[in-house]
């Protein structure tokens, strides 16, 4: 078995990134409560702080804290926020501390009124942009990079006309995963970086438009599906309607993170017109042919692991059966910020009904190996049970170098595939047998729709220049706004 510190057992797993949900309402759809269903529907991408910002008639209110939505929000603070308009955002923190200063949305007020931005993902300039604000005398108040946005668009907008073209302004210079929601007096704008790294879509219903990080969101507020946020593309919407703006960035990749399909995104959603649950359904088809093995029954472990493990059971003909259970009510184990709650949740969330697997072969599916240490955990349990054998497979490639992008992958140093070859993860796992899904097959994992897609973490082929200081951050697990910055790029385009 594993011989993993605590340290290392806690951290094991993919961290989500951030979700955003903003509404430009036509009086069918209160925003406030609009924006708490959309963030209900995307809790699974952050939860350790929400917040809510509306503005009625150009004057901003918001209320944000530390916490989970149903326990951050009630009737009497969302029936306090009203407005015409409203952008909300729950949070992973993968750049800046777990601290209620660093909670979105951010609300600033400068020489041309409020602004407020909702910002999932991350900029891989961040440091270097900062430093040089610091230098001109900005003083910042939180540790995450969406401040430096929030700078960039007061400092642009002294010169533009519109907010929108100040917006267009910061993105020539800002690098990075990005979908933003600003929110100024009178407009709501959706924006999304060059690439198109993060995801964003837009809805409707009558009169009123809605921006997601998930199109399950829509769902929840009663919105239609219209389409997605074309990368590089600024949605504007005030009270004179919806308009579009696409500044020239030059020839850009587009670059959407693969994990959305793997791992982030909730099954009933849709990304760029690929179905979710379907892409995990296929990865599981091209897992059993491709590491085909005699069973009696496939698993999957909860939640991503399941779609891919009743496409596994369909194309191998063996039984999918429900073996292992999840405890609903605590959350995804690994978003919980401190390792002690991490080490609690990892203990309760997952339990193997016994019954089911005893003197049984089984193929256990699930969606990534990071550290290994969870999977060595799982696997014990199941040998526990009384599992006669334990197939992995695993509906992602190996991880084999960190993301810049939004996606709290660690250190190549942290990476078992980095340090460890596949027989040996199998044995060091207890497992009999292991296979992940081949990384020229992502392409058909998404019915090879035109869908361009970033495959840095298990490549090394980053789509987007990073700053020496970013790539040295992340090997010290984090990003550093107090060294020196180099500000030499790396060139990979």
Same mark, same amino acid.
């Given at each position: 078995?594993? &011989?993993?510190?605590?340290?290392?057992?806690?951290?094991?797993?993919?961290?989500?990134?951030? =979700?955003?949900?903003?509404?430009?309402?036509?009086?069918?759809?209160?925003?406030?409560?609009?924006?708490?269903?959309?963030?209900?529907? /995307?809790? @699974?991408?952050?939860?350790?702080?929400?917040?809510?910002?509306?503005?009625?008639?150009?004057?901003?209110?918001? @209320?944000?804290?530390? %916490?989970?939505?149903?326990?951050?929000?009630?009737?009497?603070?969302?029936?306090?926020?009203?407005?015409?308009?409203?952008?909300?955002?729950? $949070?992973?923190?993968?750049? %800046?501390? !777990?601290?209620?200063?660093?909670?979105?949305?951010?609300?600033?007020?400068?020489?041309?009124?409020?602004?407020?931005?909702? @910002?999932?993902?991350?900029?891989?300039?961040?440091?270097?942009?900062?430093?040089? /604000?610091?230098?001109?005398?900005?003083?910042?108040?939180?540790?995450?990079?969406?401040?430096?946005?929030?700078?960039?668009?007061?400092?642009? $907008?002294?010169?533009?006309? !519109?907010?929108?073209?100040?917006?267009?302004?910061?993105?020539?210079?800002?690098?990075?995963?990005?979908?933003?929601?600003?929110? #100024?007096?009178?407009?709501?704008?959706?924006?999304?970086?060059? @690439? =198109?790294?993060?995801?964003?879509?837009?809805?409707?219903?009558? %009169?009123?438009?809605?921006?997601?990080?998930?199109?399950?969101? /829509?769902?929840?507020?009663?919105?239609?599906?219209? *389409?997605?946020?074309?990368?590089?593309?600024?949605?504007?919407?005030?009270?004179?309607?919806? $308009?579009?703006?696409?500044?020239?960035?030059?020839?850009?990749?587009?670059? /959407?993170?693969?994990?959305?399909?793997?791992?982030?995104? *909730?099954?009933?959603?849709?990304?760029?017109?690929?179905?979710?649950?379907?892409?995990?359904?296929?990865?599981?088809?091209?897992?059993?042919?491709?590491?085909?093995?005699?069973?009696?029954? +496939?698993?999957?472990?909860?939640?991503?692991?399941?779609?891919?493990?009743?496409?596994?059971?369909?194309?191998?003909?063996?039984?999918?059966?429900?073996?292992?259970?999840? &405890?609903?009510?605590?959350? *995804?184990?690994?978003?919980?910020?401190?390792?002690?709650?991490?080490?609690?949740?990892?203990?309760?969330?997952?339990?193997?009904?016994?019954?089911? +697997?005893?003197?049984?072969?089984?193929?256990?599916?699930?969606?990534?190996?990071?550290?290994?240490?969870?999977?060595?955990?799982?696997?014990?349990?199941?040998?526990?049970?009384?599992?006669?054998?334990?197939?992995?497979?695993?509906?992602?490639?190996?991880?084999?170098?960190?993301?810049?992008?939004?996606?709290?992958?660690?250190?190549?140093?942290?990476?078992?595939?980095? &340090?460890?070859?596949?027989?040996?993860?199998?044995?060091?796992?207890?497992?009999?047998?292991?296979?992940?899904?081949?990384?020229? !097959?992502?392409?058909?994992?998404? =019915?090879?729709?035109?869908?361009?897609?970033?495959?840095?973490?298990?490549?090394?082929?980053?789509?987007?220049?990073?700053? *020496?200081?970013?790539?040295?951050?992340?090997?010290?697990? =984090?990003?550093?706004?107090? #060294?020196?910055?180099?500000?030499?790029?790396?060139? &990979?385009?």
């Amino acid at each position: 078995m594993l &011989n993993y510190s605590f340290d290392n057992f806690v951290k094991e797993g993919l961290h989500e990134e951030c =979700g955003v949900f903003g509404i430009f309402s036509d009086g069918s759809l209160d925003p406030a409560y609009a924006c708490y269903n959309g963030l209900l529907a /995307l809790q @699974h991408r952050g939860q350790e702080s929400c917040g809510i910002a509306v503005s009625d008639e150009g004057v901003i209110d918001y @209320h944000k804290n530390m %916490g989970l939505v149903t326990e951050v929000f009630n009737n009497s603070i969302l029936d306090s926020l009203r407005g015409q308009m409203g952008i909300s955002h729950v $949070r992973y923190s993968t750049a %800046g501390g !777990s601290v209620l200063e660093n909670a979105q949305p951010l609300v600033m007020r400068y020489v041309k009124g409020t602004l407020s931005v909702a @910002h999932n993902g991350n900029l891989t300039n961040a440091v270097e942009i900062r430093r040089e /604000l610091e230098h001109k005398g900005a003083i910042f108040q939180t540790t995450i990079d969406s401040e430096v946005i929030c700078y960039l668009i007061a400092r642009a $907008r002294l010169n533009c006309h !519109s907010v929108e073209e100040a917006v267009a302004q910061t993105m020539t210079h800002i690098k990075g995963a990005y979908s933003l929601l600003v929110m #100024s007096p009178s407009k709501l704008i959706a924006a999304r970086d060059p @690439h =198109g790294f993060r995801p964003l879509c837009m809805g409707k219903l009558n %009169g009123t438009y809605v921006f997601a990080s998930e199109s399950a969101a /829509l769902d929840a507020c009663g919105a239609e599906f219209v *389409r997605d946020v074309d990368p590089g593309e600024i949605v504007i919407v005030d009270n004179k309607g919806l $308009r579009t703006m696409k500044p020239d960035f030059g020839e850009k990749k587009k670059s /959407l993170c693969i994990f959305e399909y793997i791992y982030f995104a *909730r099954s009933d959603s849709f990304i760029d017109g690929v179905s979710v649950y379907e892409a995990r359904k296929q990865a599981g088809r091209i897992l059993a042919r491709e590491f085909p093995v005699e069973a009696d029954m +496939v698993i999957g472990v909860p939640e991503s692991g399941i779609d891919a493990a009743i496409g596994y059971a369909e194309e191998s003909g063996i039984p999918y059966e429900k073996a292992i259970v999840k &405890n609903s009510y605590i959350g *995804r184990t690994f978003i919980k910020p401190s390792q002690s709650e991490r080490m609690k949740s990892v203990r309760i969330k997952l339990n193997p009904i016994a019954d089911m +697997v005893r003197g049984k072969r089984v193929v256990m599916i699930d969606d990534s190996i990071v550290r290994g240490t969870t999977v060595d955990r799982i696997v014990t349990m199941l040998r526990d049970a009384g599992a006669k054998e334990v197939h992995m497979r695993i509906s992602s490639p190996p991880f084999m170098w960190p993301c810049y992008y939004g996606t709290d992958i660690p250190s190549r140093g942290e990476l078992i595939a980095c &340090n460890h070859t596949i027989e040996e993860i199998t044995k060091l796992s207890g497992a009999d047998s292991l296979g992940y899904l081949p990384v020229e !097959s992502l392409h058909e994992m998404i =019915g090879y729709a035109p869908v361009g897609f970033c495959q840095g973490c298990f490549t090394g082929d980053y789509p987007a220049d990073i700053i *020496r200081e970013t790539l040295e951050g992340k090997e010290r697990g =984090g990003m550093n706004f107090d #060294s020196k910055c180099i500000g030499k790029e790396q060139e &990979n385009e």
